[in-house]
Every structure is written in structure tokens, then in C-alpha cells.
């Protein structure tokens, strides 16, 4: 098999991680996952609860990750809002999971751009007409601005709420990753965030990670960005920014 005798690190939850697991193992692989950040509720609903209340006067919501719908629509059921509004509400997403998840919560998905990314989303949108629009942007704490300073910039209102927050995992986790690192136990090491990229950063330096073999993988250019910022080569970037994509991009790395 492709990746047989490659031990891979996911540091994505576990909740999210077991179809790239599964992948992985199908192709020979050994999947180790040590989740890197958890998603927990903000501190405050107070500004998504006002959204909800009011969530018929929007002509769009965006959502950027699936998480960001999950939460959203498990906020929009516990406050007892309406559901009519899923059919009246326009809802853009970034990637095939998050229009997936909106799907599966009873919404149609208007737009999804070529490339899974927030920019990407932000640019297509310049093709359309924002002026006086309202748009709602449920997102969590660490969420970049770029898509909300676009479309301010074209003229639309928007309402950016935090709807969960990324939480770092307890030190033992971070302290047991960091022994393992030492160890060398890991080829490849997979970040499908720029939260988690930061995490590792925390217990395991450039130099740390240098002395060993393995290499790093990520899911597109955000988090590859964030990966370089933090001083870390990027060795293997998925082409396509799913799971799957970077199964592929990890088995032509080998391949090669």
C-alpha cells in the first residue's frame, strides 16, 4: 500500500478527524490523532442571540467552516427561533464540509467558490452587488476579517458574531505530543488549521522538529501561511483543500 509504514499525525478534533483517519489507514498508514484545539461555546451569546432574533432582516449568512455552521444552528434550536428563515435566507459557504453541514441543516446553498477559502469567497463576491445589504457572519474567535472588510468595503452591513471559540488542549496533551515528537515518531504531520499549527508551536520549536524526519502537511494556503509564520517548513500542500486532497498530496509526496 502507498503510505504503508508512514505514521501520521492528525491534530484536527476528533469529532472531524475520523474520515481522514480512515483514508489514511485504507492506504497503509498508521493515523495517530491528537487533537491540537477544541471548540468550545463563546463566552457570550449575547450578539449571535440578537442575529437570531433578527434573522429574518438578512439577505445572506456566510459560514467559513463547518464548525462555525454547526454551532450556529445548534444555537438557532436552543433559543427556539423560527426555522422558516432557512428557506428565505441566502447562505454562502467556503468548501464542500461546510456546504455539506448546511445542507444537512435544512438550508440551500447559494454559492461555494472554486478554491476553499475564505479569500476566495471574499473575491467571487466582488462580482456581485452589496450595497445596502445585510449579511450575517457566524465565526469563531480566531476568525480572520478579511471576507467582512470585503464586504464592507462593497457597500454591504454586516454582523459578524462569534459563534464558538478555539480552545487549546490541556497541557498533559501537549506535554505527551511534545515526547513523542522528541521521539521521533511521526513522518508526516498534518494541520488542517492555523489554530493548531499554533498549538504545536507552543511545545515544539523549528529546531525541535528539524532534528527529526517528519514532514509537514497542510490543507491550503491559510494555514499554510500561518505555518510559515511560525517558522516551519511546509512540505506537502493539498491541491485541493479538503481531507481527501491531502491524502493525495501525502501519497505523491512518498510516491515521488
Same mark, same amino acid.
Given at each position: 500500500? /502507498?503510505?504503508?509504514?508512514?505514521t501520521?499525525? !492528525?491534530?484536527?478534533?476528533?469529532?472531524?478527524?475520523? $474520515?481522514?483517519?480512515?483514508?489514511?489507514?485504507?492506504?497503509?498508514?498508521?493515523?495517530? &490523532?491528537?487533537?491540537?484545539?477544541? =471548540?468550545?461555546?463563546?463566552?457570550?451569546?449575547?450578539?449571535?442571540?440578537? *442575529?437570531?432574533?433578527?434573522?429574518?432582516?438578512?439577505?445572506? &449568512?456566510?459560514?467559513?467552516?463547518?464548525? /462555525? %455552521?454547526?454551532?450556529?444552528?445548534?444555537?438557532?434550536?436552543?433559543?427556539?427561533? #423560527?426555522?422558516?428563515?432557512?428557506?428565505?435566507?441566502?447562505?454562502y459557504?467556503?468548501?464542500?464540509?461546510?456546504?455539506? $453541514?448546511v445542507?444537512? #441543516?435544512?438550508?440551500?446553498?447559494?454559492?461555494?467558490?472554486?478554491?476553499?477559502?475564505? +479569500?476566495?469567497?471574499?473575491?467571487?463576491?466582488?462580482?456581485?452587488?452589496?450595497?445596502?445589504?445585510?449579511?450575517? @457572519?457566524?465565526?469563531?474567535? @480566531?476568525?480572520?476579517?478579511?471576507?467582512?472588510?470585503?464586504?464592507?468595503?462593497?457597500?454591504?452591513?454586516?454582523? *459578524?458574531? %462569534?459563534?464558538?471559540?478555539?480552545?487549546?488542549? $490541556?497541557?498533559? %496533551?501537549?506535554?505527551?505530543?511534545? +515526547?513523542? &515528537?522528541?521521539?521521533?515518531?511521526?513522518?508526516? =504531520?498534518?494541520f488542517?488549521?492555523?489554530?493548531?499549527? %499554533?498549538?504545536? *508551536?507552543?511545545?515544539?520549536?523549528?529546531?525541535?522538529?528539524?532534528?527529526?524526519? *517528519?514532514? !509537514?502537511?497542510? !490543507?491550503g494556503?491559510?494555514?499554510?501561511?500561518?505555518?510559515?509564520?511560525?517558522?516551519?517548513?511546509?512540505? =506537502?500542500?493539498?491541491?485541493?483543500?479538503?481531507?481527501?486532497?491531502?491524502? $493525495?498530496? =501525502?501519497e505523491?509526496?512518498?510516491?515521488?
Open positions: 500500500m /502507498s503510505l504503508e509504514r508512514k501520521v499525525l !492528525i491534530t484536527r478534533p476528533q469529532e472531524q478527524a475520523t $474520515e481522514f483517519a480512515a483514508e489514511l489507514v485504507r492506504r497503509g498508514a498508521t493515523a495517530v &490523532v491528537i487533537p491540537l484545539l477544541r =471548540i468550545t461555546d463563546p463566552d457570550d451569546w449575547t450578539q449571535c442571540d440578537e *442575529a437570531l432574533r433578527n434573522i429574518a432582516s438578512y439577505d445572506a &449568512v456566510m459560514f467559513t467552516s463547518a464548525n /462555525s %455552521v454547526r454551532k450556529f444552528c445548534e444555537r438557532w434550536r436552543s433559543t427556539g427561533v #423560527n426555522p422558516a428563515f432557512r428557506t428565505k435566507t441566502k447562505c459557504a467556503v468548501g464542500e464540509k461546510t456546504a455539506d $453541514e445542507r444537512r #441543516n435544512g438550508m440551500d446553498v447559494e454559492f461555494v467558490p472554486e478554491a476553499f477559502s475564505a +479569500q476566495a469567497l471574499a473575491a467571487a463576491l466582488q462580482r456581485e452587488v452589496w450595497t445596502g445589504k445585510k449579511v450575517l @457572519l457566524p465565526k469563531g474567535n @480566531l476568525g480572520r476579517e478579511e471576507l467582512e472588510e470585503t464586504l464592507t468595503e462593497l457597500g454591504a452591513n454586516v454582523d *459578524a458574531v %462569534v459563534v464558538y471559540k478555539n480552545a487549546p488542549p $490541556e497541557s498533559s %496533551v501537549l506535554e505527551g505530543l511534545r +515526547q513523542r &515528537v522528541l521521539k521521533d515518531e511521526f513522518d508526516v =504531520i498534518t488542517m488549521s492555523p489554530s493548531a499549527a %499554533v498549538n504545536f *508551536a507552543r511545545v515544539v520549536s523549528p529546531a525541535l522538529l528539524a532534528r527529526g524526519k *517528519a514532514k !509537514i502537511a497542510v !490543507i494556503p491559510t494555514t499554510r501561511s500561518a505555518v510559515r509564520h511560525l517558522g516551519f517548513p511546509v512540505d =506537502i500542500e493539498a491541491s485541493n483543500s479538503t481531507s481527501a486532497g491531502l491524502v $493525495e498530496a =501525502i505523491r509526496y512518498f510516491a515521488s
